[in-house]
């Protein structure tokens, strides 16, 4: 059925119905397979995204306790000394804020600060001006090593021009005599020793427009408040700065490039825009931190002689006289201090200030950072501590500047632009308050898809392994087919006209012979003509019925151990006439002692074998100068016996010696060849030998071509009596 219905199909066209056939199979196949691969991407995008959100949230939650460890700071920890105890029982102590080195658990400290109305910095590292430092137990190499990072600390605040005199190198500048505040500044009440004392209404209007005066440009803070103009870059720190102003301040800092600058893949936000833009404001509102109001004790001159007496020192530039604690006194006052505010600096460092309001003046307390250990510190070490880390990168920005990038992925280099970031887009929020101007984007380079993509992949690989298989061994056995349909139609075509040219042959001579047509010395050539067309045909019916057979395996065997000799006989009755008759020499050479020995065949098959390699070697030889055919035989070394049948004709092709013992194959077109013959007698000679335990095999000699058969030798002692 199958072989009628590829009749009129050729292997060209075999070929494209295969291919379209796996195209149909594939390409179905290969969506299923992306999609579900896809799917699990898509998952174990949104599992690591959660991981990225709960990093995120602890990292942001460490921050906020870190910042509400510094809010918790009254404003007396910025000076070297305060009071411990009641006010009317106290005693003066060293600030938490005066240890050297500075200590806090906030990452890449530098040191603490505080600049007054006037402007002037000071830090909680040295005692007041004219204390002796040896009461304190500061030595002198302590104390070269406190002035010098003091010096450093004013330094960088000159260098960013938040202080006066810091970029000259040396101690603060003199002071510059401000006038008093005006009115609508004059927000703080002035309170001796005792309980606070309650706030006018006229004051608390003042401090409810203080906020949005806080927010005014630079010129009018300097204009119409010159006490605060000593501060007013720090004002100026909060402000958005122009593009060309914050690229420069960018470069300046060491930023990578900007945010918008990332070549980051944004594919499996799709649809999620909204949430992306909530994230990178900051997520849910929080409510805003208000500022808070506390009662602060200081110690001061006890007399306007004894601040007076430290003033002139300073204005001269003398050392100031030393006072006792016996001159000190402990002054109560309200303050209030607004929350932190945070900044990144032309320098590159870190500043965290807060606004202190005191006797209507305003004073700034903060601390210096640096950015590198600070954000290490920070994000670096609760990064490499997920699964995030080996394959997504954390960039940290600020204000749309990426600053530092962390990767947990060995060998690595370091990123110097934002053209080697790259990426799908995971994860992108800011922080809280004060640090709400830095963000943390995740970006992943390698997503897996899990223990569930391995098994997509293998049942990828599987199911392309068979289609490709599968489709290969169809064609396969479809163009098998397809040869076999094409040497069925030749085997029909060669086998009508070997039996029609025979027949017609035996006719022809038999009407002759009948009708006495025929002389007398003509009668045997007739009769012999008659004889050979008729073996010819017994051979063909012979070959076909055998092939029959082989077709549906019902080869059956009757082999038995026969000596070698008594077969060459056999051989010799049945194909010397055949020989003789077309003309040929046969020439049988067998050594006595190979003929001793014994081989397991069927003598039928045997010699069957041998009539269709004599009956070959005739047909393609017919036409070679010398007309002989040697049968011979020898014992190889390994026991085994050897049987060849040669011929002087033009031999075997080399292309075609291992295709003439498939089953109706012809080395010639039926429409061209020479030759006679079905294209079925080497396969049986092939097949005949397999069953007996042989194998056929050609080789070509010089001239013409020798079949060989190998058969299995056998012990001559137990077999033979």
Same mark, same amino acid.
């Given at each position: ?181 005006? $009115?609508? @500044? !004059?927000? %703080?009440? =002035?309170? +001796?020793?005792?309980?606070? *004392?309650? #706030? ?112 002139? $020192?300073? @204005? !001269?530039? %003398?050392? =100031?006289? +030393?006072?006792?604690?016996? *001159?000190? #006194? ?392």
């Amino acid at each position: 059925m199958f072989g009628t219905s590829l009749t009129g199909l050729d292997r060209k066209r075999l070929r494209l119905w295969m291919a379209v056939f796996f195209l149909a199979l594939a390409i179905p196949t290969g969506i299923l397979v992306y999609q579900a691969y896809s799917r699990l991407k898509w998952e174990a995008f949104h599992q690591h995204r959660v991981l990225a959100e709960e990093l995120a949230a602890r990292i942001d939650a460490r921050i906020v306790l870190l910042i509400d460890a510094e809010e918790a700071r009254p404003f007396a920890d910025y000076a070297f000394l305060n009071v411990a105890g009641d006010p009317q029982a106290s005693f003066l102590q060293r600030s938490p804020l005066s240890a050297y080195p500075p200590a806090s658990s906030v990452p890449g400290l530098v040191g603490y600060f505080q600049v007054d109305a006037d402007g002037e910095f000071t830090t909680p590292l040295l005692p007041p001006a004219g204390t002796a430092m040896s009461s304190y137990g500061i030595s002198a190499g302590e104390l070269e090593q406190r002035l010098a990072l003091q010096r450093e600390i004013e330094q960088i605040l000159g260098r960013n021009r938040l202080v006066r005199g810091g970029a000259a190198g040396g101690a603060t500048a003199g002071k510059t005599t401000t006038d008093a505040m005006p $009115a609508n @500044e !004059a927000r %703080r009440d =002035v309170h +001796s020793p005792g309980p606070v *004392a309650p #706030r006018a209404a006229a004051d608390k209007d003042a401090m409810q427009r203080r906020a949005a005066d806080d927010r005014a440009a630079p010129a009018t803070v300097q204009a119409a408040e010159p006490a605060m103009a000593g501060q007013a870059a720090f004002d100026r720190l909060t402000q958005a700065a122009a593009p060309a102003e914050q690229e420069e301040k960018a470069q300046v800092a060491g930023a990578l490039g900007r945010v918008e600058d990332l070549q980051l893949d944004y594919r499996y936000q799709s649809g999620a825009t909204e949430e992306i833009g909530r994230q990178v404001t900051g997520g849910a509102p929080v409510a805003a931190k208000r500022a808070r109001k506390e009662r602060s004790v200081l110690p001061e001159p006890a007399d306007e002689s004894g601040a007076a007496l430290v003033s002139a $020192a300073r @204005e !001269a530039g %003398r050392p =100031v006289p +030393s006072l006792p604690e016996s *001159a000190m #006194r402990i002054r109560t006052f309200e303050s209030e201090i607004d929350p932190f505010e945070f900044s990144l600096l032309d320098s590159g460092h870190f500043v965290l200030f807060r606004k202190v309001w005191r006797d209507g003046q305003r004073y700034i307390q903060g601390a210096l950072i640096e950015r590198q250990p600070f954000v290490r510190g920070l994000f670096e070490a609760m990064f490499l501590d997920t699964t995030l880390s080996n394959m997504s990168d954390l960039l940290v920005a600020y204000r749309g500047d990426v600053l530092s990038v962390f990767s947990g992925r060995a060998g690595r280099e370091y990123p110097s632009s934002t053209d080697s970031l790259r990426g799908t887009l995971l994860y992108r929020t800011r922080l809280s308050a004060p640090l709400g101007d830095m963000e943390l984007i995740l970006s992943i380079n390698r997503l897996p898809a899990g223990a569930g993509g391995r098994v997509i992949g293998w049942l990828a690989a599987i199911l392309a392994l068979v289609l490709c298989g599968g489709f290969y061994l169809m064609y396969r056995l479809g163009a098998g087919q397809i040869d076999l349909t094409r040497q069925q139609q030749d085997f029909v075509s060669a086998v009508s006209h070997e039996l029609k040219t025979p027949l017609t042959s035996i006719r022809m001579y038999g009407e002759i012979l009948r009708e006495g047509w025929a002389p007398d010395e003509k009668k045997k050539l007739y009769y012999d003509y008659i004889f050979d067309e008729s073996e010819r045909l017994s051979r063909l019916i012979a070959n076909v019925l055998q092939l029959a057979r082989m077709t549906r395996n019902n080869l059956q065997v009757e082999a038995k151990p026969l000596p070698v000799a008594e077969l060459m006989d056999g051989i010799r009755s049945r194909v010397s006439s055949l020989i003789e008759r077309a003309g040929f020499e046969l020439n049988m050479n067998c050594e006595p002692e190979t003929g001793r020995a014994v081989i397991q065949a069927d003598p039928d098959w045997f010699i069957q074998i041998f009539i269709n390699l004599v009956d070959n070697a005739i047909k393609f030889s017919a036409g070679a100068d010398r007309k002989v055919i040697d049968i011979g035989c020898r014992r190889l070394r390994d026991g085994n016996v050897q049987f060849s049948v040669r011929d002087y004709g033009p031999g075997v092709p080399g292309d075609q010696m291992k295709k003439i013992f498939k089953l109706f194959y012809r080395s010639e077109s039926e429409l061209t060849r020479e030759t006679v013959g079905t294209g079925i007698g080497l396969a049986l000679v092939h097949q005949l030998a397999r069953a007996m335990g042989g194998r056929v095999d050609v080789v070509n000699r010089e001239p013409g071509a020798e079949f060989r058969m190998e058969m299995k030798g056998l012990d001559t002692a137990s077999h033979i009596p």
